[in-house]
Protein backbone atom coordinates (compact mmCIF):
# COMPACT_ATOMS: atom_id res chain seq x y z
CA UNK A 1 0.00 0.00 0.00
CA UNK A 2 2.58 2.29 0.80
CA UNK A 3 4.42 1.89 -2.42
CA UNK A 4 1.05 2.84 -4.35
CA UNK A 5 0.87 5.76 -1.79
CA UNK A 6 4.33 6.93 -3.13
CA UNK A 7 3.78 6.17 -6.76
CA UNK A 8 0.26 8.20 -7.13
CA UNK A 9 2.10 10.91 -5.07
CA UNK A 10 5.29 11.17 -7.77
CA UNK A 11 3.02 10.97 -10.16
CA UNK A 12 0.95 13.95 -8.98
CA UNK A 13 3.91 16.24 -8.77
CA UNK A 14 5.03 14.77 -12.25
CA UNK A 15 1.69 15.99 -13.42
CA UNK A 16 1.43 19.29 -11.70
CA UNK A 17 5.10 19.98 -13.05
CA UNK A 18 6.52 19.85 -9.58
CA UNK A 19 8.44 16.84 -10.44
CA UNK A 20 10.42 14.85 -13.31
CA UNK A 21 11.25 11.97 -14.55
CA UNK A 22 14.83 13.37 -14.68
CA UNK A 23 15.09 14.47 -11.16
CA UNK A 24 13.92 11.04 -9.94
CA UNK A 25 16.65 9.69 -12.24
CA UNK A 26 19.23 12.15 -10.80
CA UNK A 27 18.32 11.48 -7.52
CA UNK A 28 19.35 7.88 -7.85
CA UNK A 29 22.50 8.72 -9.41
CA UNK A 30 23.87 10.76 -7.43
CA UNK A 31 23.43 8.59 -4.46
CA UNK A 32 25.21 5.92 -5.99
CA UNK A 33 27.48 8.10 -8.09
CA UNK A 34 28.63 11.45 -6.98
CA UNK A 35 31.12 10.51 -4.44
CA UNK A 36 33.27 9.72 -7.00
CA UNK A 37 31.87 11.49 -10.32
CA UNK A 38 30.49 14.91 -10.93
CA UNK A 39 27.85 15.06 -13.37
CA UNK A 40 28.82 18.40 -14.97
CA UNK A 41 33.08 18.83 -16.58
CA UNK A 42 34.32 18.51 -13.17
CA UNK A 43 36.97 15.27 -12.81
CA UNK A 44 36.96 14.39 -9.32
CA UNK A 45 38.08 10.95 -7.90
CA UNK A 46 36.31 9.32 -11.14
CA UNK A 47 36.30 11.39 -14.35
CA UNK A 48 33.07 13.73 -15.09
CA UNK A 49 30.09 11.91 -16.75
CA UNK A 50 28.34 14.66 -18.86
CA UNK A 51 28.84 13.51 -22.15
CA UNK A 52 29.94 10.34 -21.75
CA UNK A 53 27.12 7.75 -23.33
CA UNK A 54 28.11 7.32 -26.96
CA UNK A 55 31.87 8.47 -25.65
CA UNK A 56 35.19 6.01 -26.29
CA UNK A 57 35.78 4.71 -23.13
CA UNK A 58 39.23 6.47 -21.15
CA UNK A 59 38.90 9.37 -24.14
CA UNK A 60 38.21 12.51 -22.06
CA UNK A 61 41.00 14.83 -20.39
CA UNK A 62 40.78 12.62 -17.03
CA UNK A 63 44.54 11.82 -16.43
CA UNK A 64 43.73 9.25 -13.75
CA UNK A 65 42.26 6.61 -15.92
CA UNK A 66 43.89 3.41 -15.42
CA UNK A 67 46.05 1.74 -18.84
CA UNK A 68 43.07 -0.43 -19.50
CA UNK A 69 40.61 2.09 -19.61
CA UNK A 70 42.76 4.56 -21.49
CA UNK A 71 43.23 1.66 -24.23
CA UNK A 72 40.05 0.70 -24.09
CA UNK A 73 38.63 0.13 -27.68
CA UNK A 74 34.99 0.36 -26.15
CA UNK A 75 32.31 3.09 -26.23
CA UNK A 76 30.00 3.73 -23.34
CA UNK A 77 26.67 2.53 -24.83
CA UNK A 78 23.28 1.63 -22.40
CA UNK A 79 24.40 -2.60 -22.64
CA UNK A 80 28.20 -1.66 -21.59
CA UNK A 81 26.83 0.99 -18.79
CA UNK A 82 24.84 -1.96 -17.62
CA UNK A 83 27.65 -4.27 -17.47
CA UNK A 84 30.34 -2.15 -16.09
CA UNK A 85 27.61 -0.61 -13.28
CA UNK A 86 26.79 -4.47 -11.90
CA UNK A 87 30.32 -5.48 -11.89
CA UNK A 88 33.16 -3.31 -13.21
CA UNK A 89 35.91 -5.77 -11.91
CA UNK A 90 34.43 -8.24 -14.42
CA UNK A 91 33.55 -5.76 -16.93
CA UNK A 92 37.08 -4.41 -17.29
CA UNK A 93 38.48 -8.04 -17.86
CA UNK A 94 36.02 -8.82 -20.77
CA UNK A 95 35.65 -5.55 -22.67
CA UNK A 96 39.57 -5.57 -22.98
CA UNK A 97 40.05 -9.48 -23.01
CA UNK A 98 42.99 -9.23 -20.60
CA UNK A 99 42.40 -11.13 -17.57
CA UNK A 100 44.64 -9.25 -15.53
CA UNK A 101 42.92 -5.86 -16.09
CA UNK A 102 41.87 -3.94 -12.97
CA UNK A 103 39.72 -0.93 -12.11
CA UNK A 104 39.45 1.50 -9.39
CA UNK A 105 35.93 1.66 -9.86
CA UNK A 106 34.10 -0.74 -6.86
CA UNK A 107 31.16 -2.99 -8.03
CA UNK A 108 27.99 -1.07 -7.55
CA UNK A 109 25.02 -2.79 -5.59
CA UNK A 110 22.55 -1.39 -7.58
CA UNK A 111 18.55 -2.54 -8.30
CA UNK A 112 17.09 -3.23 -11.43
CA UNK A 113 15.34 -0.19 -10.88
CA UNK A 114 18.70 1.91 -9.78
CA UNK A 115 20.81 0.82 -12.73
CA UNK A 116 17.74 1.54 -15.05
CA UNK A 117 17.71 5.30 -13.59
CA UNK A 118 21.35 5.90 -13.53
CA UNK A 119 21.46 4.59 -16.62
CA UNK A 120 18.80 7.21 -18.12
CA UNK A 121 19.70 9.71 -16.17
CA UNK A 122 23.87 9.48 -17.76
CA UNK A 123 22.05 9.85 -21.41
CA UNK A 124 19.73 12.71 -20.42
CA UNK A 125 23.18 14.40 -19.72
CA UNK A 126 23.57 13.80 -23.60
CA UNK A 127 20.45 15.11 -24.40
CA UNK A 128 20.85 18.40 -22.21
CA UNK A 129 24.28 18.94 -23.81
CA UNK A 130 22.70 18.43 -27.24
CA UNK A 131 19.72 20.99 -26.55
CA UNK A 132 22.47 23.81 -25.19
CA UNK A 133 24.51 23.43 -28.73
CA UNK A 134 21.27 23.70 -30.43
CA UNK A 135 20.54 26.62 -28.13
CA UNK A 136 23.59 28.37 -27.74
CA UNK A 137 26.01 27.37 -30.47
CA UNK A 138 29.15 25.25 -29.47
CA UNK A 139 31.07 25.67 -26.35
CA UNK A 140 33.95 28.15 -26.76
Not at 43 to 70: E, M, Q, T, W
Request: proline share 4%; charged share 20%; hydrophobic share 40%.
Amino acid sequence: MNTVIKTCFVTSLMYAGLFTINEIAYASAEAKCKACHDFGTQHKVGPALAGIVGKKAGSSDFKRYSVNLKNGNWTWNEANLRIWLVDSTTAIKEFTGNPEAKTTMPPQRLSDAELDQVIDYLISLNLDSAVDRAVFGPTP
